[in-house]
Nanobody, 119 residues
Framework: VQLQASGGGLVQPGGSLRLSCAAS????????MNWYRQAPGKQRELVAT???????DYADSVKGRFFVSRDNGASAMHLQMSSLKPEDTAVYLC??????????????WGQGTQVTVSS
């Protein structure tokens, strides 16, 4: 199973970006999916969480600005980021709980996508 993150880039303060994370390969289903971010010299931070049935949670620093959604049919998750600030600059990573019948659930990480907020 692979997770592919995409959608990062350079945006001006106050702008918007939409990140996507898609799972591919063989699995029964995808459970909880998460977005993390890591800025240089800082600890990795959990940004947003979404369960298979759509329950969501956000870091206080992004509440009201970021919106996470998922497309279960496509085994994909999206992060709509608005009112971006320079402090949102980081590598954004996704992970997901991969569920297989008769095998333990495991966590798969995708590669990061760089988000840079700068004028």
């Amino acid at each position: 199973v692979q997770l592919q993150a995409s959608g990062g880039g350079l945006v001006q303060p106050g702008g918007s970006l939409r990140l996507s994370c898609a799972a591919s390969g063989r699995f029964f289903s995808i459970g909880i999916m998460n977005w993390y971010r890591q800025a240089p010299g800082k600890q990795r931070e959990l940004v947003a969480t979404i369960t298979a049935n759509g329950w969501t949670d956000y870091a206080d620093s992004v509440k009201g600005r970021f919106f996470v959604s998922r497309d279960n049919g496509a085994s994909a998750m999206h992060l709509q980021m608005s009112s971006l600030k320079p402090e949102d600059t980081a590598v954004y990573l996704c992970n997901a709980n991969v569920i297989n019948v008769g095998r333990p659930t495991y966590v798969r990480w995708g590669q990061g996508t760089q988000v840079t907020v700068s004028s």
